[in-house]
């Protein structure tokens, strides 16, 4: 079967490198699927899950947002963060989530940016939810 190389990186340096069948992932615009050969595009990502379908199995990266680029034989995430599921601590990212949770309560306190907060809970349920190996 044809394949793909892909390369995730974030500003720390590199996350994940393989030659894969599929890229799935969530764009700003919507769910994109890329196989070998396919169109230049360049997208920006959504906090979301890169699900990479390899041999017959899926792997699963979590990012929060960035930006996709695909070559007919390349694709390059370039990532503010991404963690493979196998690297996700489980319990710093469940304190993350119960961090944003309880600022978006406090939300009537003036110096609480809901939006910032709102952010922090989407990365968090994301990193949560990929180490399961759902989405």
Known sequence: MKTIKVNVVTPDGPV????VEMVSTKAQSGELGILPG??????PLAIGVVRLKKEGKTELVAVSGGFLEVRPDQVTILA???EKASDIDVERAIRAKERAEQR???QHA???D????ELALQRAINRLAVSEGKK
Not at 114 to 117: E, I, L
């Open 16 to 19: 994940y490198e393989s030659d």
């Open 38 to 43: 396919h169109i230049p595009l360049v997208a």
């Open 80 to 82: 503010q963060t991404a």
């Open 104 to 106: 978006m309560h406090d």
């Open 110 to 112: 003036e110096h609480i």
């Open 114 to 117: 809901f939006r910032r907060a």
